[in-house]
T-cell receptor
Framework: GENVEQHPSTLSVQEGDSAVIKCTYSDSASNYFPWYKQELGKRPQLIIDIRSNVGEKKDQRIAVTLNKTAKHFSLHITETQPEDSAVYFCAASSSSGGYNKLIFGAGTRLAVHP | DAGITQSPRHKVTETGTPVTLRCHQTENHRYMYWYRQDPGHGLRLIHYSYGVKDTDKGEVSDGYSVSRSKTEDFLLTLESATSSQTSVYFC?????????????????FGPGTRLTVL
């Protein structure tokens, strides 16, 4: 089955710096890769996702890149702000357009210091 | 928040007792999921449902059962709770209308239930 590894487990940056979180997956059939942000005591919330027919996607300060050959994808946050501090999870699944079984990475705790 | 509620939000129980967690949604989503979240493991899928009375196992289904007799409710039951089932449980749904991007597989999570088994 699918296995997703996420690095680093913790990341500390200064406000205004960039942050990069990387994930690798094992199943070449995976075609859907979402990223979730979870603040303390809250539910995971989708921040961006990418599908295997796209190599890069950007939404304001957040971007995700996908390398299908190497089976890895990355989250890039530019101009970080204290409110970006949270735990970030990557996930992968082979979606057929209906239900899909997401396999999550273990998470990255991002701390943005003013 | 995709109209998802979970009950109870917090529960403390003793080893060996049965526990049922409820996920309720108001927007007629077809696909529903139960995950557990533990430190160092991210979120792991327990069971999922692709329609009324249609359910299947996820990656950590041992010790759990589910039922879906109505579209709006997805129940997770621990027949005999153990301390290893102490966790935060999240329900999720897939967007049935595909949302703005036209896909049906984006998952949205409920607020979670914190379960402690003593």
């Amino acid at each position: 089955g699918e296995n997703v590894e996420q690095h680093p487990s913790t990341l500390s940056v200064q406000e205004g710096d960039s942050a990069v979180i990387k994930c690798t997956y094992s199943d070449s059939a995976s075609n859907y890769f979402p990223w979730y942000k979870q603040e303390l005591g809250k539910r995971p919330q989708l921040i961006i996702d990418i599908r295997s027919n796209v190599g890069e996607k950007k939404d304001q300060r957040i971007a995700v890149t996908l390398n299908k050959t190497a089976k890895h994808f990355s989250l890039h946050i530019t101009e970080t702000q204290p409110e970006d501090s949270a735990v970030y999870f990557c996930a992968a699944s082979s979606s057929s357009g209906g239900y899909n079984k997401l396999i999550f990475g273990a998470g990255t705790r991002l701390a943005v210091h003013p | 928040d995709a109209g998802i509620t979970q009950s109870p939000r917090h529960k403390v129980t003793e080893t060996g007792t049965p526990v049922t967690l409820r996920c309720h949604q108001t927007e007629n989503h077809r696909y529903m999921y139960w995950y557990r979240q533990d430190p160092g493991h991210g979120l792991r899928l327990i069971h999922y449902s692709y329609g009324v009375k249609d359910t299947d196992k996820g990656e950590v289904s041992d010790g759990y059962s589910v039922s879906r007799s109505k579209t709006e409710d997805f129940l997770l039951t621990l027949e005999s709770a153990t301390s290893s089932q102490t966790s935060v449980y999240f329900c999720a749904i897939s967007d049935p209308m595909g949302g703005a991007r036209g896909y049906t597989d984006t998952q949205y999570f409920g607020p979670g239930t914190r379960l402690t088994v003593l």
